[in-house]
């Protein structure tokens, strides 16, 4: 049994879909960020810097608990655990790693800064939110411009790629003015891997 710490925001989303498609048994958990449980002793035993998602796999190797953070950690853990959605080639994970890693590191990035000096900074600096504006549309166009003729993220199947990137394009660009409109590929995959019924479940969770 896997306990799972979240809330339903992109980078939780996609934790939630790795779940379901995974078919792992798991716990969800709530975490009250409004309420700072985040910021309570028994949370950052579980992740130090207080953020979720994070997990705690009852059963991990040699029985002992295992618990983790940050959102492409978990993935490739859940598909090493499960043995699904990661094929075994190095070419292929060499490409899932480079993907995975320029959306943490670029992308995921971008729309959290925007997210902050958009809505919650109390001082307005236009010039800071037009920079953010451009970094998350950056990434967009990154992406659209690799998903020009592609089915999915790397090679010819579903993989944790796609599964890391499916929360950008489903629920970050609404934040932007024009939404997804102006990246036809990103949308037509997004519509596609939309139809699965793991994505529909993971999706919904902590949403009623
Ligand atoms: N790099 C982290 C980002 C996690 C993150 O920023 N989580 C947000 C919720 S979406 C959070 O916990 N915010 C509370 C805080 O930063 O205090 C990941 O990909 O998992």
Redesign the pocket.
């Known amino acids: 049994m896997i306990d799972l710490y979240s ?1 339903p ?4 989303q996609r934790v939630h879909v790795m779940l379901e498609e995974t078919g792992l048994s798991y716990t969800p958990h709530f975490v009250d ?1 409004h309420g700072g449980k ?1 910021l309570e002793a028994d949370f950052i035993a579980k992740n130090p810097f ?4 994070a997990i705690v796999d009852r059963d991990g190797p040699k029985g002992a608990d295992v618990t983790l ?4 950690a978990i993935l490739y853990y859940l598909a090493e655990k499960s043995g699904q959605f990661y094929p075994d080639d190095l070419a292929v994970r060499a490409e899932i790693h480079t993907w995975m890693s320029a959306i ?1 590191a670029n992308i ?1 990035p971008a729309f ?1 800064a925007l997210f902050w000096f958009g809505k919650i900074a109390p001082e307005h600096s236009q010039m800071t939110i037009d920079r953010y504006i451009a970094e998350a549309h950056r990434g967009l166009r990154a992406l659209d411009t690799h998903l020009d003729g592609r089915d999915y993220m790397v090679g010819d199947s579903y993989t944790i790629a796609d599964i890391h990137a499916y929360p950008v394009a489903a629920t970050s660009t609404a934040s932007l003015d024009g939404g997804i409109d102006d990246y036809p590929s990103l949308k037509r995959w997004r519509d596609s891997i939309a139809e699965r019924d793991a994505v529909k479940r993971g999706m919904a969770l902590f949403t009623d």
Do not use: A, I, K
């Open positions: 809330v925001t992109t980078n939780g960020l985040h207080g953020r979720v998602p953070f940050e959102g492409h943490s995921g959290s």
